[in-house]
């Protein structure tokens, strides 16, 4: 369990201009060991905001919503939303604020990026956090992953009407939509389908992501390849009951990465975040703090 915080920090939201369009981003501020937090596939940075809270006071927490779903302001015409263009915008971030020696911690298809970022090579990493996430052969992960990926297939409007059945918790509920991702987590999900479900832009660009994923579906596969390059502390956190991300992954990324620790999680599905965020605060405040 953490510490006490020594005070309040204040959390502000900002904009940032990045090559595919303006993203929104959480920043606690503060001078110590700054965390980048990063969510998954039709998620925003409200995933984070219970682990944020964790760790506010010790840490700079900055928490990107990037454009995969649920964010507010659509991209660019002609922005790239592939996964790996993903990751490269996340280094963009990274750059654009002047980041260091940055926590970069993933969950679900944050996970992927992170991966897909340190395999490409960044100097403003200095560990890394990888929380049930995708990994290997599973992307799309699992029946959630593979379903939604499929709806990509589907015209923007197509798209969006197929999407409007998430306004209904029981549907939401579901293997297929967010039921084996959270086992306490609802009303967040609830919130994540707004900007989908009434901004055609967010439509568009979450096809955009889908199709991405589609047609580069070994992507992680071949980033696996060079995790053993990573030579910085890493942490893989696992959730003990997960139905999506197997947990053999978490044991092969862990001994895949050099200086990579296991950590198993009681009592929560994917998202951590959700279902264990004190658990998970802890970890990340380990890894930021431990030479």
Known sequence: MLLPT????????????????????????????????????????????????????RHRVLVPTLPMGAHARPMHD??????????????????????????????????????????????????????SCDAYDNFPPGLTGKTVVLTGKLPPALFGLFMQQMRVKPVRRLPIAFGWLTKRGDAVTARWM????????????????????????????????????????????????????????????AAALPQARLVIIPDSYTLLPLDQPAALATTIHEAATTP
């Open 6 to 57: 020594d005070g309040p920090t204040t959390m502000t939201t900002q904009t940032i201009e990045l090559s595919a369009g303006t993203i929104d981003y959480q920043d606690t501020g503060g001078d110590g060991p700054v965390v980048v937090l990063l969510h998954g596939l039709l998620m925003d940075a409200t995933l984070w905001d219970t682990v944020t809270e964790e760790l506010r006071g």
């Open 194 to 253: 707004r900007p989908i479900l009434t901004q055609a832009g967010v439509r568009r660009d979450a096809v955009k992501v889908l199709r991405g994923i589609a047609a580069d579906r070994r992507v992680l596969e071949t980033a696996a390849e060079s995790l053993a390059g990573f030579d910085r502390p890493a942490r893989v956190v696992w959730a003990e009951d997960d139905r999506v991300m197997p947990p053999d992954h978490g044991r092969r990324l």
């Open 78 to 131: 002609d922005a790239d939303l592939s996964p790996r263009a993903l990751a490269r915008l996340v280094g963009e971030f990274l750059e654009r604020l002047g980041l260091r020696d940055v926590t970069l911690v993933g969950n679900d298809t944050g996970g992927a990026l992170v991966q897909l970022l340190i395999t490409e090579g960044t100097e403003r990493v200095g560990s890394v956090v990888l929380a």
